[in-house]
């Protein structure tokens, strides 16, 4: 790692003053993407300023219409909720497959989600399910915040405060895990929601997209059986020693089938 | 009641409560006065001119001690590394071993090449100045792959080895193999990839090099399987140097599986720098150097065929094989693909006639050498998919084809057509017991039970031989190598009855401190917790070669009962003395030195306290009760077996769960039953991750390593694997004192065969390692395609 | 230069360092606990696993700063009184180990993994090493050490 200064805001306004003036600094939250990175030597930040003691940050309330995450929340805490699993299972069983035990007990989604890895778990969630992204700015919908691979809609100084998921009738989320790295090489997250079904495919392109076409077949009728003909375009989707763009095309649809049919379709 | 603690039980490690409370010392736990960090600037470029190296920003970066190049080594006159085996090519010259230097002088030829050290008061500092070194490179074109690289036009790596050739070497009866071939019924043949493989042990290589004044001594700290090798490499060839004047020390080693036995650039470079900073100099690898410059492993391209009459009978085997040894020859590189490999070609069969071609090339890639099993993985893989795919294709049951084809065990010692002459074995019987326990006749309902499911099932087999033991001395000498291959071990009884044994082989998991002593115990009726297992340090160790090829047991533990033998003969004198009887008269058994057919006796303990207090004692004998042995072998010791996988294909997907796996191997007398098992498990493990997920992949355009981290190169994990069914068979090594024939390798070796032909089984189609997903998912289509045009 | 204070393994301890210090550098190298191992550096191997305010992390990961105020438990610190815990026994018993690198964070993860999630099954065992590589055993007598400890902690 390259040198660098070390700021623990206790709230939230402080670490907004603080990555307000230092342009060259970063958020730190669980770090177990930026750590990493950091060993690496790929970034190299005058400061970090760690946004773990952030107690705003913290915590999960469900309603009957929407769980809501705060960006500081670890997966685990998310996965092993029993209020989450019962109210959106499948977003609590995507929790529970995040990278690793330990992953799960540092990293929380808003790192996840300010990062957008093509290959992370939660903008499948994010994207499946309608969610809400509220920063200390504004609020930003699912469908406005990936913008390609490592980017999103927040601006310089912009921080997550805490995720919105509506509750959906049903939903399912299956992976296909690079078998080195564990991260996703696809996954479907699948929901019928009161704005309709949506298919967010995570894994095969350079970030998180719906897929139209599964969409419009699922709404026609909720079942495996309405996926099985429909086959994704490999152009645009990533390819790599795991996988050529081809495999992952056809993976989209059967992680699709296997979503819908754990929904219960 | 004690639990026993004799040769043939499952004596509970001695070496755990370290490790488990977090007590083991590892090389990096060393911390020497005063040290100073090493950091190693590496190539960029997978081939390259160094055109000039600018340190000077770097030179005045915060904590720099010393940045040394290429030039500073050579003008202290610091030889190269060597290779320690020389292959002889078909027509007559030695291979090719270019130089390597510790340091690159004006070219680097693979990606991680040392270009420059940088020594600092901490790490950090020291990467800190290496990124301010400007270096000017002109990059040059690159080739990795094996067959690429011998074709005109490719990339030349070096002035001596004209056409990227190490050796073009032939083995075996070629017109008897073509004759045979000629009047066949039926031929069998098979393009095989053998993939390169990145061997991970989990602690990475650490190299510390200090210098004591007084004593004008170097010591140097490193993660080796063979210490005294090492400092033999060091002195004899690269510093030249007196070996008293040198000591290796090797802790607890955090695996090796091959890849800690060879010298390597780091610890000779801390070594030497430590008298240019005037301070210990430590170098700790991290995960990502270890991808770019432990040694691999395999890497071979082969074409292989199999003649066969018309009932199945094998009549010859060939094959041509182009091995890859990186930019460089390792330490033991050439010996690998050429005498490790080829000389095991008969596998368990009768297979009268063979003839084997393998061209050593060099390509821009980091070097290749002994990885677990070490050529012998590599010969069990091209033969048992030959003898898989023939029972496919004469329709007859793999079972039934290697049976009728198997040495059988009246035929022992076997002189096969590869040089070798195998010492004893039973393969049927090994077969059977395992045919038994994987239930065989259950197969074809649980193959439906998963066509139920949506999910095809295979079966494969894998019939394997290995030789063990490296080796006999005159052997291995006439076939090149250049060193003994003996192993050597001292016992020294202290006087009030506890043992010191300090042998040459050295422990990186393998639980000698427990096996050994086992041995010990029991030959010399000493209590096992009064034994304590020296080893992995060349000033305590007299002498060793260390530990490769699975001949720990079978060679340093014969040194350590040659040992034991000297000392007994000495304690019948002193008990002959002791008990007023002649020595011919002493009977030994256990510890207890009693006068034939009286009750007078005495035990070891009175004879060890004698032999050191000497008041009663033979005039002509010694006071003391300490000994040596060393132990050359006459043979090679041959453990063999059946691995049989079972596997479980998800069509939708090309994931591949292995559903079922048994082991029987046959290694002779076994000494400890929990730790062979544990040896195979973790054998077996490293085969299954061949098989299955690991695979070194370098980009063809750049050489640039694409899998340089764990993110990449795929390890296998808990979830990977399934429980093993494991169990043995006994046909003792007939021509050493215990019995043994070695373990740690059998795993490694036959699994990657077994788990492809059950993946081939599967699919109906032959697929090369590693059976990845989109590959197994592309084969699972070609089949339906099939099936659909059937 | 910070000051970081850690309770590490029941005692509080003070050290200064700079702030791009990790913890399993602080542990190792201003501490003296070796036990934790580095094995990779992209937060596979599992090797640095310890426990934080009791939950098993990776040190390698976790910087020495986040850590200030908190509980750290090492392999040092889990035996008790010169009793082994019941996880160190089963790996001794069932040969969990080889060369004994990745023990440390082995053991750590699996005392863990046992501590939150009773009624393990040999899948759940499986699937819960995901975080921690070993190369020399196979990992089949790790499984079998974790089952049988599950069965005696906490008794």
Partial sequence: MYAFNYHKPKTLAEAQALIGKLPEGKLLAGGHTLIPTLKQRLAQPSDLIDIGGIAELKGLTVTASAVTIGAGTRHDEVARSAEVKKAIPALALLASGIGDRQVRARGTIGGSLANSDPAADYPGAVLGLGATVHTTKRTIKADDFFKGMFETALDEGEIITKVEFPVPKRAGYMKFANPASRYVMVGSFVAETAGGIRVAINGAGPCAFRWAEAEKALAAKFAAASVEGLKHKADGLNSDIHASAEYRAHLITVMTKRAVAQAGG | MNAPTGIGASVRRKEDYRFITGQGTYTDDINRPGQAYAYFLRSPHAHAKIKSIDISAAKSSPGVLGIFTGADLAADKVGGL????????????????????????????????????VVAETREQARDAAEKINVDYQALPAVVDPAATLKSGAPQLHAEAPGNLCYDWDFGDKAATEAAFSKAAHTVKLDLVNNRLSPNAMEPRVAIGEYDRATDTLTCYSTSQNPHVLRLIMCAFIFGMPEHKMRVVAPDVGGGFGSKIFCYAEEVACVWATRKVGRPVKWTSDRTEAFLTDAHGRDHVT????????????????????????????????SVPSYLYALLLAGQYTTPAIYAEVKAVFTNTTPVDAYRGAGRPEATYVVERLVELAARQLKMDPVEIRKKNFIPPNAFPYQTPVAVAYDSGQYALSMDEALKLVDYKGFAARRAASEAKGKLRGIGFAAYIEACGIAPSSVVGSLGAGVGLWES??????????????????????GHETTFAQVVSDKMGVPIDQVEIVHGDTQRVPMGMGTYGSRSLAVGGS???????????????????????????????????????????????????????????PADLEPGFEENGFYDPSNFTYPAGTHIAEVEVDPGTGHVTVAKWVAVDDFGKVVNPMIVEGQVHGGVAQGVGQALLEQVIYDKQSGQLLTGSMMDYCLPRAEDLPSYTVATTETPCPHNPLGVKGCGEAGAIAAPAALMNAITDALGVEIDMPATPEKVWRAAQTRVTRQAAE | MATVSITVNGNKVSRDVEPRTLLVQYLREHLGLTGTHVGCDTSQCGACVVHIDGASVKSCTTLAMQ???????TIEGLAKDGKLHPMQEAFREHHALQCGFCTPGMIMSAVDLVEKNPGLTEDDIRHGLEGNLCRCTGYHNIVKAIAAASKTMGR
Avoid at chain 2, 489 to 510: L, M
Avoid at chain 2, 589 to 616: E, L
């Fill in chain 2, 82 to 117: 060597i290779c320690g085996w020389t292959v002889t090519g078909k027509d007559g010259t030695p291979h090719k071993a270019p130089p390597h230097p510790v340091i690159a002088l004006d070219t680097v030829r693979c990606v991680g090449d040392q270009v420059a050290l």
């Fill in chain 2, 303 to 334: 074409h292989a065929e199999l003649a066969l009459d018309k009932d199945g009978k094998f009549l010859a085997l060939k094959c041509s094989t182009i091995a890859n040894m990186g930019a460089y020859l390792s330490t033991f590189a050439s």
């Fill in chain 2, 489 to 510: 071990a001292s016992i020294r009884f202290n006087p009030t009855g506890s043992v010191s044994v300090f042998t040459g082989s050295h422990s990186h998991g393998q």
């Fill in chain 2, 559 to 617: 040194a350590i009962v040659r040992a034991c033998d000297k000392l007994i003969a000495k304690g019948k004198k002193i008990a002959a003395h002791l008990l007023e009887a002649a020595v011919e008269d002493i009977e030994y058994d256990k510890g207890t030195f009693k006068v034939a057919g009286t009750d007078k006796s005495v035990n070891m303990q009175q004879v060890c306290f004698t032999a050191y207090v000497p008041h009663k004692y």
């Fill in chain 3, 67 to 73: 850590c200030e105020g908190a509980s750290v438990t």
